[in-house]
């Protein structure tokens, strides 16, 4: 069964405080619940602990999907990780979801508006086996606690392109899940149906997200940060949309991702006071709905 659920991203920016900062949580869940969404994922206007969330989301009929969580494996021990990472575990079990979202930030510059996307951090073969087997090991740990641990790459991480995807995918084994980026691939270069058929059964979960192509290029061309990207110069709008308003085959995605059953999140990184998130949410929400069925996923 999939199920589509939303990150409140469009309304709030969690990595940018200030955009969307002014709409209340409410406004959020009331928006995503008219535009058709019964699931969502954390942001930071929501309650930190599981029940109080959960009872929150349950207010306008949604359940609580999962949510990030930054690990530093590159500089933390297993140990380390799962000591620093027991609230969350706490939160997402107390809020009855299982979905656990995972990407490497220690060395990470996507938060950071001073740095172009072509700083990014970069790892060696000999990095790559060494961070492949932590974090195998720390998925492992995560699955035990009756979580599925999904690794998000991310635009100015170590698994921004198709080869660091790749790599992740390598030098990692089950129980770590990947979670298949739509925007986030096409922006680093993969072709997000390709993934979809390269990884399909290690796909845990699935964010759905467009991209603006003359924004990329312009993005790419002028070597701008990863806020400046999606924020957008001036008046204009970001690299990042809804699916249906980019790029994105979602036809050629939907139709690799045979079998799949869990959760295809809509997100936007947007500037609301640019792209109002009620209307953009609507709009996604429809693209999705038509070719989840037309794939015959729903």
């Known amino acids: 069964m999939i199920r589509i659920a939303a990150n409140p991203i469009g309304w709030s920016n969690d990595d940018l405080q200030d955009i969307g900062g002014d709409t209340p949580l409410e406004t959020c869940l009331a928006e995503a619940r008219e535009a058709g969404v019964v699931g969502m994922e954390k942001g930071h206007k929501m309650p930190g602990e599981g029940a109080a969330l959960k009872a929150k989301l349950a207010e306008f009929g949604m359940v609580f999907v999962g949510g990030w969580y930054s690990t530093e494996l590159l500089r933390r021990s297993v140990a380390e990780e799962v000591e620093a990472t027991k609230a969350h575990v706490a939160m997402t079990k107390g809020a009855a979801a299982d979905i656990i979202i995972l990407a490497e930030t220690s060395n990470a510059i996507h938060g ?96 759905c997200k467009d991209v603006r ?21 001036g008046a204009d709008l970001g690299v990042y949309t809804v699916p249906g308003d980019g790029m994105v085959d979602y036809g050629a995605v939907f139709k690799q991702l045979q079998g799949y059953s869990g959760w295809v999140v809509l997100e936007a990184e947007q500037d609301p006071k640019k792209a109002p998130a009620l209307a953009y949410a609507k709009r996604g929400v429809a693209h999705l709905r038509a070719e989840l069925s037309e794939a015959g996923l729903i």
């Open 213 to 233: 192509e003359k924004q990329m290029r312009q993005s790419h061309a002028e070597d701008w940060s990863f806020l400046d990207s999606i924020l957008g110069m």
């Open 112 to 207: 950071d508006r001073a740095k172009p996307l072509s700083q990014r951090p970069r790892l060696t073969k000999a990095e790559w086996i060494a961070f492949g087997a932590k974090l195998t090991e720390f998925a492992a740990r995560l699955a035990d606690e009756g979580l599925k641990p999904c690794y998000h790459h991310h635009m100015g991480t170590i698994v921004q392109s198709e080869a660091d995807i790749d790599c992740l995918m390598a030098y990692t084994k089950p129980p770590l899940h990947l979670l298949l980026d739509t925007g986030h691939a096409r922006w680093g270069g993969a072709d997000p149906a390709g993934l979809a058929r390269s990884y399909r059964e290690r796909i845990g979960h699935v964010h």
